[in-house]
Structures are given as C-alpha cells and as structure tokens.
C-alpha cells in the first residue's frame, strides 16, 4: 500500500504542480497581455504628445504671426487716422480761407460799385461842363463882349468840382 500511497501522492503532487503550472500560464499570458496594453498605451500616449507638441508650435507660430499682422495693422490704421485727421484740418483751412476770400471778394466788388457810380457821375458832370464849355467858346467867338462878372462858363462851379467832394474810402 505504500507504493499506491507513493503513486498516488506523486499524481496528486503531479496534478498541483500541472495546475499551479497552468495558473502560472495564465498569469503570464494576462500579464503578456497587460504589458502589450501599456506598450500601447504608452505609444499612443508618445504620439499623442508628439501631436499636442506640433500643434502647440503650430499654435505659437499662427499667434506670432497674428500679432506682428495686428502690430501692422494697428500701424496703418493709426497712420489712416492721422492722415484723415490732416486732410480735414486742411480742409476746414481751405474753407476759412475761401470764406477770406469771399468776404475780401464783397467788399472790394462793392467799393468797385461805389467807384463805378462815382466815375459815372463824373463823366456826367465832365460832359456837362464840356457842353458849357464848348456853349461858352461858340458865344465868345460870336460875339467878343465882355463876359459878365456872374457867370463864367469856362470855369467849374466850385460845388461840382471833384477836389472838393469827400471820397469814401
């Protein structure tokens, strides 16, 4: 009997050590497994930072570039304005002087008027006092009589003279 108890301990010795062999196998295999995931994992997580990385210097590089195209930007528009702003004070110039102008414009057309008015009546008088003139030199030559002391035609009326006429200024 104690060579089946011998037999029988080596199969059931046998037995555990194929099961305990079997778990071990197993193990490993779920290990193998577990390690093939975190491989996996970890390579994706590489390619994932890999990516996150390029994208942040893609990033970087889009915003430098923005913000030198805002800086420009801004230095236009500031430019713009400026230039906007000299175009309208010269033209509020150009309008004070064009008023300078208008008004310089009325005052000389109207003192062109007056003169006009005044040569006007003068050229009147003066044709008035040739007409005398010419009446007194044809009765002088007619008739070689003393004028008389109250009217001397071939002088001027010192009323209508020019000389003693105020002239507006």
Do not use: C, F
């Not at 150009?94 to 008023?99: D, E, H, N, Q, V």
């Amino acid at each position: 009997m104690a060579a089946n108890n011998r037999s029988s301990g080596k199969s059931g010795a046998g037995r555990a050590v194929a099961r305990e062999l079997d778990q071990l196998k197993k193990k490993v295999k779920e290990l193998a497994l577990r390690l093939e995931r975190e491989v996996k994992a970890r390579e994706l997580a590489a390619r994932l930072a890999a990516e996150a990385k390029k994208a942040q210097e893609q990033l970087t590089r889009e915003i430098k570039a923005l913000r030198e195209q805002g800086r420009k930007m801004a230095s236009e528009l500031k430019s713009a304005i400026t230039d906007t702003n000299k175009r309208k004070q010269t033209v509020e110039e150009a309008r004070g002087k064009i008023a300078e102008l208008r008004a310089e414009l009325g005052r000389r057309t109207a003192d062109l008027k007056h003169k006009s008015e005044e040569l006007k009546k003068l050229a009147g008088e003066s044709a008035h006092r040739a007409a005398a003139i010419i009446r007194g030199a044809g009765q002088s030559a007619a008739e070689p009589a003393q004028p008389s002391a109250g009217s001397r035609p071939s002088e001027p009326d010192p009323e209508d003279s020019p000389s003693h006429k105020p002239t507006p200024t």
